[in-house]
């Protein structure tokens, strides 16, 4: 079988041009989606030079580029498959009138010269190189779905040892891609100001023609992948040297220019890039793509877009390239420092030197004042732009950067002349530090960055280390501190894995055999043969391995790695792909759990081959199987192409103890734990001996990934990560930022990590007994909970029926509402001292209870409000009105004007006020109740989910865990020394 046919299954073609064709394929191994390209043109260079270079780019780590996973040559053609990155380019954003903030433009800028840094440096491979890209433009730049770029379409063919073959576009370009060299004719002149007169230069002699050179068609993949169509070769004519150091060499072009006769070869260089990310912005800025003759560009306007901006662009953009930035790194220097550039700045230092020596008081103080108005505009600016990185990064999870970015912004508006605070700075405190989460649950604790992307992971039993696989390195983390322990070489296929043994000992597929590592320590255990696939047994004292491609698994003693067993498959091999394989040890190592590419699934027992189970035969049908021990029992899962199945097998017995058959797939856990099986949106655990299902979760859409450890689950849906208790309550739910390939938990720590990032996000269980007020049965359904003026009692009420708690959790009252049918409405009520909960029917009538023993106080006609749901409420000098269908919004009540808008898609039940603060209250329509903190002015400075009440300026939380928290309300300076903490 072919390495094509056997590692990758093309899914659809992308698109095709001069250069080759691209295809959206599966890597088998690694069960994730690729870009697969084909190239056309035939390799010049040895094989082995080439494999050489290409294992370079294999290497290649950045968050901001597409990672390289293979290279293999076919019958003459060759092939590379690298990331498949979702999200849009940006041409298509700039195609139908998007129009960019500078804002964005310059975080993008950033990331892009981040990348470009890394690639032209020469620190990649033996000996260290330097790689340009060539082909920098809108349609090589994905917008991902958080926001970020990465720079696709990576020039890899000068690592396939072919020197002529480059793509670049027309407008993009540098001078030097189409053979113009000007550091020589006019070195010194800024040819972005003049032009030379057409007599002294004839340009048009060394241009292509725009059908030539415009190679802006782009092939896109279903979610915007950008493949770059290769242009053909430009004549050309003798050799040359690349003139970055072991840099692949690029298309040289011809010089030519009035006065010098003669014709000689240049090669693009860093310097070509650099000029490319100048259009590139010059685009993204003005919505116009460049000319492509570099000096016939018309300079961006400075009074349009911001002047610093603008001089950085063209400096990227002077067709001299001895007059541009010489490195990426100097240019992305130049945009991190655009405040401290600003000409106004140092202008107005110019002025006040000055100011200082002629007249020391009268221009001071004069100078100081306009600074301060020039100073709060620019500091507006930059809060506003710090504030969005700092959202941005709590969002991906980075709860460190986004207190980074919050503090920077509090510690700059500290100053007398400035506002004390932000408020959406406020509002990722909070949110950052977890301040108003009072629930047992998982919170986001902190992020793990990463050599690269992972694309396997285990976690120990404690929770305290993980380890994860990385091209090939394994990276040993610590979860608590976050720590990179250490890098350990890996053998060179995707699909290795790792165990863990126990706490301390790490069990990898290392470069020269199976290696048991001790982490503490830091050194090698022992060493076994070659693995790719590995297996411990429960009670730790097994290991077992087996290579890709062999026929016989080896087992070993955990504890001196001395070979215990080796097991003939009779010439039998797994399946190629880490997902579609079961290789599995039972509880003591005795039996081993092995599925085959023939569709045959068997167990073997170390006593012997007469001791063997056959579960099926070859030919099954079955290509994908998991699956593992719990205690006696074996459990698995097989899949076919048009059916499933799960069986449970009694180990002792020889036989199967239950199961059934489905067309759709499962998923399945089988372990110490238990047998857990999940189809589409539910999981449950199966009893082996009885076969009852206990379900364990039942979610709104199909689960994708689970894990169960002790009495938690967390689930990863296409949009969510959510978090189940014991008694399958959720307990905390987060949105998605990116794809969770990688799931595992461990001891109240979870580690979730994505094939496309280099990022892990750990998350720990906290508990907050100290909040808690009252404890109630968290099976009493109740629409509302409510607390007693006088703090001793908690009221729970639906329309059905009240519950009143004492402090102890003792239920002190219930009763049973009369014509529960015709209720129209409730409000808790207290006032004077007193607190009670009015029932209004639809019939007029209203009853009383009183809220410390449920008695029935009085009986009264209420106020009927006609047809009108809408509620209006007063606060202050505020009025808000809340429409039953609608968004509530905040008026000043002496002059009408509209002042906010606050939160979409929920019912505004209250507004409170909560000393210098005001409290909105909220319930969405299946039933959810939050809240949010306002300032005066009603920006939003918190989210408070689970807010049920509001009492003086405490904030009153009703938890579905049958749980009743308090929070006092945090003021910024208490927020900042909670921060400064956490650092």
Request: with cysteine; net charge negative.
């Amino acid at each position: 079988m072919s390495q094509m046919d056997s590692t990758y299954k093309i899914i659809r073609k992308l698109g095709s041009g001069s250069g080759g064709n691209v295809y959206l394929a599966e890597h088998l191994r690694l069960n994730k989606k690729v870009v697969l390209k084909a190239y056309k043109s035939r390799i010049t260079a040895s094989q082995e030079l080439v494999r050489r270079e290409v294992d370079i780019l294999k290497e290649l780590s950045h968050p901001h580029i597409p990672r390289v996973y293979d290279f293999f040559i076919e019958d003459g053609n060759i092939y590379t498959a690298m990331d498949f990155i979702e999200g849009e380019s940006l041409d298509k954003a700039l195609k139908r009138g998007e129009v960019f903030s500078q804002a964005q433009i310059i975080r993008w800028a950033i990331q892009l010269l981040d990348a470009l840094a890394y690639l032209h440096t020469p620190i990649h491979g033996e000996p260290p190189k330097g790689y340009v890209h060539s082909d920098i433009k809108p349609a090589n730049l994905m917008r991902t779905p958080n926001g970020d770029i990465c720079l696709i379409d990576f020039n890899i063919s000068g690592a396939l040892g072919e020197k002529n073959v480059i793509g670049f576009s027309a407008g993009y370009a540098s001078p030097e891609h189409y053979g113009q060299d000007f550091s020589s004719a006019y070195a010194g002149d800024d040819l972005t100001q003049t032009m030379p007169a057409e007599e002294e230069t004839d340009l048009t002699q060394t241009m292509l023609s725009e059908e030539e050179t415009d190679l802006t068609q782009t092939m896109l993949s279903e979610g915007g992948l950008t493949a770059t169509e290769d242009t053909e070769a430009l004549t050309m004519a003798g050799e040359f040297d690349g003139s970055l150091s072991g840099a692949p060499s690029g298309t040289p072009g011809y010089y030519h220019s009035a006065g010098i006769s003669e014709r000689r070869l240049i090669t693009p260089d860093v310097r070509s890039d650099i000029y490319s990310v100048g259009a590139t912005l010059y685009h993204l800025l003005s919505g116009k793509r460049p000319k492509k003759n570099a000096t016939e560009v018309e300079r961006l306007s400075e009074e349009h877009f911001n002047p610093q901006i603008v001089r950085i662009i063209s400096k990227a953009m002077n067709p001299n390239r001895d007059l541009r930035y010489q490195t990426a790194q100097e240019m992305k220097r130049d945009f991190l420092n655009l405040r401290e550039n600003d000409p106004r700045i140092r202008r107005w230092k110019r002025r006040r030197r000055a100011a200082a020596i002629l007249f020391p008081t009268f221009f001071v103080i004069g100078g100081l004042l306009a600074f301060i108005g020039l100073k709060r505009i620019q500091m507006m600016e930059n809060w506003l732009k710090r504030t969005e990185y700092s959202q941005a990064a709590l969002e991906r999870g980075d709860v460190e950067e986004a207190l980074e970015d919050a503090l920077q912004v509090i510690s700059e508006s500290s100053e007398q002349w400035l506002p004390q605070y932000v408020p959406g700075i406020q509002k990722v405190l909070t949110e950052s530090l977890g301040v108003y989460d009072l629930s047992d649950s998982y919170k986001i604790y902190r992020t793990i960055e990463l050599p690269s992307s992972p694309i396997y992971m285990e976690i120990s039993p404690t929770g305290k280390t993980g380890a994860a696989l990385c091209g090939q390195t394994v990276v040993v983390f610590d979860t608590e501190n976050t720590e990179i322990l250490a890098e350990l070489p890996t053998d060179s296929s995707p699909i290795s894995q790792i165990k863990y043994l126990n706490n301390d000992t790490l069990i990898y597929a290392g470069n020269s055999g199976m290696t048991a590592y001790d982490i503490k320590a830091g050194r090698d255990l022992w060493k076994g043969d070659k693995a790719t696939a590995i297996s411990v047994s429960a009670d730790g004292k097994c290991v077992a391995g087996i290579f890709d491609g062999d026929s016989s698994a080896t087992v070993y003693d955990a504890e001196t790695g001395e070979v215990k067993q080796r097991i003939d498959f009779g010439g039998r091999c797994q399946n190629i792909g880490i997902k579609d394989n079961l290789f599995a040890l039972n509880h003591d190592g005795a039996l081993l759990g092995v599925s085959f590419e023939d569709g045959s699934l068997q167990i073997f027992s170390l006593k012997g081959p007469e001791n063997d189970l056959v579960i099926y035969g070859k030919d099954s049908g079955y290509t994908h199987f998991e699956g593992g021990f719990s205690e006696k029992y074996f459990a698995f899962l097989a899949a076919g192409k048009e059916k499933s199945v799960f069986a449970v097998i009694d180990t002792e017995k020889g036989e199967e103890a239950g199961g059934f058959r489905s067309e759709n797939a499962f998923g399945l856990q089988a372990d110490g734990s238990g047998v857990y099986v999940q189809s589409e949106n539910i999981l449950v655990k199966i009893n082996p001996v009885t076969g009852e299902q206990i379900p364990v979760v039942t979610m709104g859409e199909d689960i994708l990934r689970f894990v169960v450890s002790g009495e938690d689950t967390v689930v990863t849906s296409d949009k969510e990560i959510t978090f189940f208790d014991k008694n399958a309550r959720q307990t905390s739910c987060y949105k998605k930022e990116y794809q969770s390939d990688l799931v595992c938990m461990a001891n109240g720590t979870a580690v979730i990590g994505s094939m496309d990032r280099p990022i892990l996000r750990i998350m720990q269980y906290e508990e907050n007994p100290k909040a808690e007020r009252f404890t109630y049965d968290p099976e009493y359904d109740h629409r509302e909970a409510r607390v007693s003026s006088d703090g001793e009692t908690v009221m729970l009420f639906s329309y059905q029926n009240f519950r009143i708690y004492d402090r102890e959790g003792t239920v002190l009252k219930e009763v049973m509402l009369p014509d529960s049918k015709h209720v129209l409405d409730q409000q808790f009520i207290r006032e004077d001292g007193m607190s009670y909960l009015e029932v209004t029917y639809d019939n007029g009538k209203a009853d009383i209870y009183s809220a410390k023993d449920g008695a029935l106080l009085r009986e009264e006609s209420a106020e009927m409000s006609a047809e009108n749901l809408d509620e209006e409420f007063l606060v202050d000098n505020l009025r808000i009105e809340s429409p039953l269908h609608g968004t509530p919004t905040v008026y000043d009540v002496k002059t009408g004007k509209e002042l906010a808008r606050l939160k979409k898609d929920t019912y505004l039940t209250y507004v409170e006020k909560a000393g210098d603060y005001i409290v909105a209250q909220y319930i969405t329509a299946d039933g959810y109740r939050s809240g949010q903190l306002l300032n005066k002015k009603c920006e939003v400075l918190a989210e408070l989910p689970h807010l049920c009440d509001v009492i003086g300026d405490k904030l009153i939380f009703d938890y579905p865990s049958g749980s009743v928290r308090e929070s006092g309300i945090y003021n910024v300076d208490e927020l900042i020394r909670m921060a400064n903490e956490f650092r």
